[in-house]
């Protein structure tokens, strides 16, 4: 597609689609249907309708931060697509981008308050009226009313048809209040959002698409936007009876794109346009034997100053940063795309408002587990052990539930793992008592040449719970690192993991405890080393 850069004014471009074709920008105004979020990123699609005859097509107030050459056209058969070109301009120049779309409702408002105000200044003009009318007191003599008095009773009569005339009139002032204020809080919203809109600076951009149309149809414009972009969050919830975790999927979205989206059809993808899309080749690895430098020449080289690539790199960094978009990219290399069509039309503005979005959940059988690390903390918790769901779970925010409690938050992460382990809190009817640790250090070897270190940990566990419940305890083994260190183990009983999740030195033992039952697990370290050496550790 040839794009032509066209600098002619605005309003030049409208007038010759008006005398070419009968039909004005506005009234070939295109809108938004469809839009799909990524990860910092969105892709647009634009719909015009065009009718048989028409040569143009002008598309004002379209933001500027999407790039023209990846700027896809499409239309129905029947019409016939040309040229594009385009011209930026600052927004207070464009008055049909200071319009809003709801200019006619707020007129629409604004005309039912002034016919309300009108009602209560008559309101108000007839109380004065009735008020002029009134005797000061009814006991007081009768005003004369030509040649003759009011009677007594003509007094008393008129007294009661100023008092109902009156309260009528004071009873419709109320009811033109409340009205007043119910339009008034229709009305508020549209204006400020009016104001934003009025508000907004910078530069907008219009294209001119030259067709030929010989039937009616629809112009479709998709293009790439920077600033929109949503992060997923989740909810567990645990059924500790039934065994199940309901895991439900949110979305959090937000947009400042430079345009709003009324009614749109919105996509969101875990995948990323910008991310790589091939990975780096292998380069040769190569050894050769580095060229001796004369003395003189080394010590200049040695002496040269280097800092400034390291300060011109560190300030290449900041530029970088601070264009980073406000919602963290996440790029899923290696996996398939996820995508989730939000049901209904959306409304979002471009003002960087948040909204939520449900995303469906599931039902996963879960195995519930009761996880104690005595050696760091003597509290035990409750775990439930899941299968990892299909697709792409990108990190996000958790929120974990027990029923109908909400026991914290925490960080969803699914890693490459089969099985993820959810966490559910404190488990308060598990009790886990440690014993001191017993240490001894003493000489060893045939002529005392080494150091022995004798280390003895024992720990109590009690199911206070009316059921049986699956217990793992965890124990972290010292690990040599070095040829002179020398570990023996005894762990009592049998772990039934040496090497938990593939982590060396971390043992589990697993087993089912009944109800009211206990168990005690005990640990014997010896670490031997040469006896003038020191040894250090690292937890």
């Known amino acids: 597609m040839n794009l032509r850069f066209n600098t002619a004014p605005l309003w030049l471009l409208g007038l010759g689609v008006l005398l070419q074709n009968n ?60 040229p594009v070109s385009a011209v930026t301009q600052p927004r207070e120049q464009v008055p049909a981008c200071n319009s809003s779309v709801h200019d006619a409702r707020i007129r629409e408002l604004e005309d039912q308050l002034a016919a309300i105000a009108a009602e209560q200044g008559g309101q108000e003009l007839a109380l004065d009226y009735l008020k002029a009318l009134a005797p000061e007191s009814a006991a007081s003599s009768p005003r004369p009313t ?49 104001d934003r809109l009025r508000s907004a600076r910078g530069n907008v951009r219009s294209l001119t698409l030259n067709l030929s149309a010989a039937r009616d149809g629809e112009v479709r414009l998709r293009y790439e936007v920077a600033g929109p972009s949503w992060s997923p969050a989740y909810r567990a919830t645990l059924d500790a009876s039934a065994r199940t975790v309901q895991l439900e999927r949110l979305a959090l979205v ?58 011109k790199s560190r300030a290449l960094a900041g530029e970088v940063d601070a264009a980073e978009p406000e919602f963290v990219v996440q790029v ?14 959306v409304t979002l503005a471009a003002n960087n408002q948040r909204v939520s979005f449900p995303l469906g959940s599931q039902t996963l059988d879960a195995r519930l587990l009761v996880r104690t ?25 958790l929120q974990l539930f027990r029923g109908a409690q909400l026991v914290g938050n925490s960080i969803w ?6 099985q993820i382990a959810l966490p559910f809190g404190r488990d308060e ?16 070897g045939f002529i005392g040449n080494k150091t022995e270190r004798q280390i003895g940990r024992a720990y109590l566990v009690e199911n206070r719970h009316s059921t049986p419940i699956e217990l793992q305890l965890l124990e972290a083994t010292p690990v040599s690192t070095d040829e002179r260190i020398s570990v023996s183990k005894k762990l009592n009983p049998a772990p039934t993991l040496e090497a938990w999740q593939e982590q060396p030195g971390v043992a589990a033992w697993e087993r089912t405890l009944g109800a009211g039952a206990s168990a005690r697990f005990s640990a014997e370290y010896t670490i031997t080393y040469p006896k003038d050496s020191s040894i250090s550790e690292r937890r």
């Open 23 to 82: 039909v004005s920008a506005a009234e070939a105004g295109s809108r938004i249907t469809r839009v799909t979020v990524y990860p910092g990123s969105a892709l647009v699609e634009r719909t015009a309708r065009v009718t048989p005859g028409m040569k143009e097509l002008v598309l004002p107030c379209l933001p500027v931060n999407f790039d023209l050459q990846q700027l896809r056209v499409e239309a129905d058969a029947g019409i016939r697509l040309g």
């Open 146 to 194: 030509g040649a003759q008095g009011a009677t007594g009773a003509q007094l008393v009569a008129t007294v009661e048809t100023l008092k109902r005339l009156g309260q009528d009139s004071l009873q419709q002032q109320h009811r033109l209040a409340r009205q007043r204020e119910a339009l008034e809080l229709q009305l508020n919203p549209l204006l400020a959002e009016r």
């Open 254 to 311: 937000g947009q400042a794109s430079g345009e709003d989206w009324q009614g749109v059809s919105l996509r969101l993808s875990t995948g990323s346009p910008r991310a790589a899309v091939a990975g780096a080749e292998p380069r040769p690895w190569e050894f050769s034997i580095r060229p001796q430098i004369p003395e003189p020449v080394a010590m200049a080289y040695a002496a040269a100053p280097a800092p400034m690539v390291a300060m």
């Open 332 to 345: 899923m290399q290696g996996q398939f795309s996820t995508e989730f069509e939000v049901p209904g039309q």
């Open 373 to 397: 690390v005595p050696a760091s903390d003597s509290a035990a918790y409750l775990l439930a052990d899941l299968a990892r769901p299909e697709g792409v779970w990108p990190d996000g925010p």
């Open 413 to 418: 992460r699914s890693g490459e793992r089969a």
């Open 429 to 444: 009817l598990v009790r886990v008592q440690v014993q001191p640790v017993q240490q001894m250090n003493a000489s060893a």
